[in-house]
């Protein structure tokens, strides 16, 4: 088995061992652990995965233990304060009228067994641009820093030991289609108690952005394992009250329904129960999740995309990248050639002064200002002269 997939497998095993709370059988004394560190904390789990490690002591080197432990530790001290903290945020946004979009609370916190478990970064909000930076100045004033930046789309903040946000001025979706449904999503929120400017998006339409959005991170390779974890915990706790005809039908806008509902059976198959009624809607043919998996699982390294929609949406955003490329060359050549033409106007400005400027040198030229072009070449010569006796 190829290498990378293999530690991604073993990755899914650990996380899913821990969230369900079983003892399943892990390789452990054939791993490189710098790299499972590495690929962990890249998925977001590594806090996770600390649990998992428990009772095999010897078989983890001491560095990278400690370097679990601390992600855990991290995970701990960021459950205090999580909603403390957000309230107070959410609370400061609606005292000054900014209004904002709650994309993903930290509610799916509630949802793990273990609110250790959970991910950092729990909260995403929408802001119009103009109120974005009212946000990102209070978020400063707390003691936040920017921990990422998404181009073109907001950014992530941070503080020791506190709430972890991230701040969208524009969903961070490329594709026109994208852009349309997603901006519908956003029109159905509502407003959330006891605020007067806080909204929240009602659970159908978190489904839809959740399983929208892991489908574009898909393509992109940017979807993580605690992605899908999330996408998965959710969904089996609002289940019943989805109405499954009405997502499929918004999926079906964005044209990725069948490769969504893939990826949310793929998560169910990594860390549902083995008896859940949701796996019985799986395919028949299981190879048709073993590319969507290695893909999730490589980054992309491992196998040739197969599935049509995937296929096309890649298609779009590769467009779209392309595009954006093509722009910024355009942009960055025009500010060269603005360069270029205004140092060669001063140059000019230098050679042949203004009016004003030689009349106050050469008093003729003020009495007869069309002799102006005379003083130019005299005021030349005179400063060629100048450079040769030097």
């Known amino acids: 088995m190829n290498r990378l997939l293999f530690e991604g497998r073993s990755l899914v095993e650990?996380?899913?061992?821990?969230?369900?709370?079983?003892?399943?059988?892990?390789?452990?004394?054939r791993f490189d652990w710098e790299r499972m560190y590495r690929l962990a904390d890249y998925h977001k789990v590594a806090n996770t995965v600390y649990l998992g490690l428990l009772g095999h002591r010897e078989t983890v080197p001491d560095r990278w233990r400690d370097r679990f432990f601390q992600r855990?530790?991290?995970?701990?001290?960021?459950?205090?304060?999580?909603?403390?903290?957000?309230?107070?945020?959410?609370?400061?946004?609606?005292?000054?009228?900014?209004?904002c979009t709650v994309l993903i609370s930290?509610?799916?916190?509630?949802?793990?067994?273990?609110?250790?478990?959970?991910?950092?970064?729990?909260?995403?909000l929408f802001l119009d641009e103009d109120k974005y930076y009212l946000a990102k100045g209070y978020l400063i004033d707390l003691g936040y820093e920017t921990d990422k930046t998404f181009k073109g789309f907001g950014e992530r903040m941070k503080r020791v030991n506190g709430v972890t946000i991230i701040l969208f001025y524009k969903l961070p979706f490329r594709t026109s289609r994208y852009g349309k449904y997603m901006v519908r999503i956003l029109e159905s929120a509502q407003i959330r108690d006891p605020y007067e400017y806080i909204w929240m998006l009602p659970v159908e339409s978190e489904m839809t952005y959740r399983m929208a959005g892991a489908a574009y991170r898909y393509v992109t390779d940017e979807l993580t394992l605690r992605e899908m974890l999330e996408l998965f915990l959710f969904h089996r706790e609002w289940r019943e009250e989805i109405e499954e005809d009405a997502l499929q039908?918004?999926?079906?806008?964005?044209?990725?329904?069948s490769l969504a509902e893939k990826l949310l059976e793929i998560a169910y198959m990594w860390f549902g129960e083995k008896n859940d009624p949701y796996l019985l809607r799986r395919h028949e043919d299981m190879s048709v999740?073993?590319?969507?998996?290695?893909?999730?699982?490589?980054?992309?390294?491992?196998?040739?995309?197969?599935?049509?929609?995937?296929?096309?949406?890649?298609?779009?955003?590769?467009?779209?990248?392309?595009?954006?490329?093509?722009?910024?060359?355009?942009?960055?050549?025009?500010?060269?050639?603005?360069?270029?033409?205004?140092?060669?106007?001063?140059?000019?400005?230098?050679?042949?002064?203004?009016?004003?400027?030689?009349?106050?040198?050469?008093?003729?030229?003020?009495?007869?200002?069309?002799?102006?072009?005379?003083?130019?070449?005299?005021?030349?010569?005179?400063?060629?002269?100048?450079?040769?006796?030097?």
């Not at 995970?75 to 900014?98: P, V, Y």
């Not at 799916?108 to 959970?118: C, F, G």
């Open 14 to 29: 650990i996380v899913a061992s821990v969230i369900r709370q079983d003892n399943r059988h892990v390789p452990f004394s």
């Open 289 to 390: 999740y073993d590319h969507l998996e290695a893909r999730i699982l490589t980054r992309g390294m491992v196998g040739v995309e197969k599935d049509d929609q995937a296929l096309k949406l890649q298609e779009l955003v590769e467009k779209e990248i392309e595009k954006e490329k093509r722009e910024e060359g355009q942009y960055i050549r025009r500010e060269k050639m603005g360069k270029f033409f205004a140092e060669q106007r001063r140059k000019l400005r230098w050679i042949f002064p203004d009016y004003h400027y030689m009349s106050s040198i050469y008093p003729a030229v003020e009495k007869i200002p069309i002799l102006l072009p005379v003083y130019w070449m005299i005021r030349g010569m005179r400063l060629l002269w100048r450079s040769f006796i030097k």
């Open 72 to 99: 855990y530790q991290e995970s701990l001290a960021f459950g205090e304060n999580c909603r403390e903290g957000f309230q107070e945020i959410l609370t400061w946004l609606d005292m000054r009228e900014i209004s």
């Open 106 to 124: 930290e509610s799916i916190r509630e949802l793990y067994r273990l609110p250790e478990t959970a991910d950092n970064s729990p909260v995403q």
């Open 249 to 257: 039908k918004r999926l079906e806008e964005f044209k990725v329904d």
